[in-house]
């Protein structure tokens, strides 16, 4: 099993006075969180992270300079963390990938439930190398909420879906558990990734038993206070 570090803004604080160092650090402190973890359990390896950000629809250019420059200190921490980088924001998403790729640098992509259409009708296919894709050095990863759109995802040529939420309710999806994890085919659980009130190492010892592909946290790298 592996783990999926989801970044927020609770990671690199607000764009207009980003601490680049502080970044640096909680990245660096959920990549040591994950050793220590291998230490008394099961090996896991820290082996995707994404940039979640909330950016804004804009026609003319899709990133500002302060947002690019977000990514290029993920890219490079990911580089150093031996870590895949994964991009996940609110719109624009082509065009960043295609701005990146133009630059030879090579990202996975997080889709919302929303974004089934990116898969239905190809057009991701035409910017991600199928070979990246295939190999898992840029992954597509889907955010599903039910096994029904999680089945249609990998169809459609995703490499993993994040099944949430597991352990608690949000937005009106109630707490799938663990037993929902058990009862999903061999064949899918290579490709699901538990999401959601995902905090305790207690809890990644529960999903490990479940034998699916990984899990993802938000909460749980993040340094205690």
């Known amino acids: 099993m592996f783990a999926y570090l989801i970044t927020s803004r609770e990671y690199y604080g607000n ?10 650090q909680k990245l660096h402190y959920a990549h040591n969180k994950m050793t220590q973890f291998n230490k008394q359990s099961l090996p896991i390896k820290l082996k995707f992270a994404s940039l979640r950000y909330h950016n804004a629809i804009c026609d003319r250019q899709p990133l500002s300079r302060k947002e690019w420059d977000l990514i290029e200190i ?10 895949t980088p994964i991009l996940n924001f609110s719109s624009n998403k082509l065009a960043i990938l295609q701005t990146l790729y133009e630059q030879e640098k090579f990202v996975g992509i997080h889709l919302k439930e929303s974004d089934m259409p990116l898969l239905e009708t190809g057009i991701l296919f035409k910017i991600l190398p199928l070979e990246t894709i295939k190999a898992c050095s840029a992954p597509i990863i889907y955010s599903a909420h039910n096994l029904a759109n999680a089945q249609k995802a990998i169809g459609l040529g995703s490499n993993f879906v994040t099944l949430s939420p597991i352990f608690y309710e949000k937005n009106g999806n109630k ?7 058990q009862k999903i085919n061999n064949k899918l659980k290579q490709h699901i990734i538990a999401l959601g009130g995902i905090t305790t190492d207690t809890r990644i010892s529960e999903i490990q038993q479940c034998g699916i592909a990984g899990f993802a946290s938000i909460s749980y790298f993040l340094e205690e206070s």
């Open 15 to 24: 764009l207009d006075n980003i601490d680049l160092l502080h970044f640096r």
């Open 175 to 181: 707490a799938l558990g663990t037993t929902t994890l």
């Open 74 to 83: 993920f890219l490079s921490m990911c580089s150093t963390l031996d870590i």
